[in-house]
């Protein structure tokens, strides 16, 4: 293990959306003790500020300037987190559809990826975390000491996400949000710039038929393996 790792090994967990990142990294970092790191999030919070500011996707001298003067933070209750936008709570905001896809635009763009890799590093560099996105495996930490790459059938992910907006009260139809799932995918996959894809050195989960308890509790083990080692 690298002698910079003072606070424990790093581990990361990529994969598309609906897959179940965010759930089980919460629930994983709480049982191991880990510091959970949602990148995700924080390309969340840089599309909600270019959106703020009119700022096209494509326009990459003015994504530059508007990184340099970002401050993204989380604020920590227990598990639970805030996301903070140079101080200022966006946790909701940038949990909408519109957000994610315009995420997905702007997350290919190489200044905003230069940009959040430095910032990104410096927070996991220590150990003792989990980070999850679509390029900590491959990206991001490439030397991470455990890495999954954490999957499920496209239509399973667009059923969750469809149950989660329903839930919030969206009113949304099945097969138009599995359509946005599958949509996002391709674009992440198919970016010039760290597109999702496994690292040939993660492990590989489908959770299509397993419950979220299931997958925790294989990952959960499989660290606690790595670590002994
Ligand atoms: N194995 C699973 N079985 C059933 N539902 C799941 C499973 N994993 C996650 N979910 C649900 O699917 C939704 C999306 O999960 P989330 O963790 O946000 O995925 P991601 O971070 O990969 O986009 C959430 O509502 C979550 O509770
Ligand atoms: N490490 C990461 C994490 C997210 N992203 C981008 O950010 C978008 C939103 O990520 P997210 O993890 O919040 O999305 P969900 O899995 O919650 O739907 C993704 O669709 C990617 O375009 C990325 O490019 N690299």
Redesign the pocket.
């Known amino acids: 293990m690298s002698a910079q790792r003072t606070n424990g090994v790093i581990v990361a967990i990529d994969g598309p ?2 897959a179940g ?2 759930s089980i990294t919460k629930l994983l970092a709480k049982r191991l003790g880990y510091l959970h790191i ?4 924080m ?2 919070a840089v599309a909600l500020m270019a959106q703020r500011g009119g700022i096209a996707c494509d326009d990459d001298a003015r994504l530059t300037e508007l990184c340099r003067g970002i401050d993204i933070e989380f604020e920590r209750e227990g598990e639970a987190y805030r996301v903070l936008v140079n101080g200022g709570d966006v946790s909701r905001e940038i949990r909408t559809e519109e957000v ?1 896809l315009l ?2 635009c702007i ?1 290919a763009r190489k200044p905003v990826r230069d940009a959040l890799l430095q910032m990104q590093r410096k927070m996991g560099v220590k150990g003792g975390v989990i980070l ?5 495996g491959t990206v ?1 930490f490439p030397d991470a000491e455990v890495k999954f790459f954490l999957t499920a059938s496209a239509e399973e992910r667009g059923r969750r996400r469809y149950l989660e907006l329903v839930a919030r009260g969206e009113k949304v139809t099945l097969e138009e949000t599995i359509e946005k799932v599958v949509c ?1 995918d391709r ?2 996959e198919s970016r010039e710039h ?1 597109p999702l894809k496994r690292a040939e050195d993660a492990v590989p989960v489908d959770s299509t038929a397993m419950t979220i308890d299931e997958v925790l509790s294989f990952m959960e083990k499989t660290v606690k393996e790595r670590v002994a080692a």
């Open positions: 959306s609906g990142k965010s949602d990148t995700g999030a390309f969340r994610g995420t997905s997350s999850e996105g679509r390029d900590i991001v996002r674009q992440d760290a």
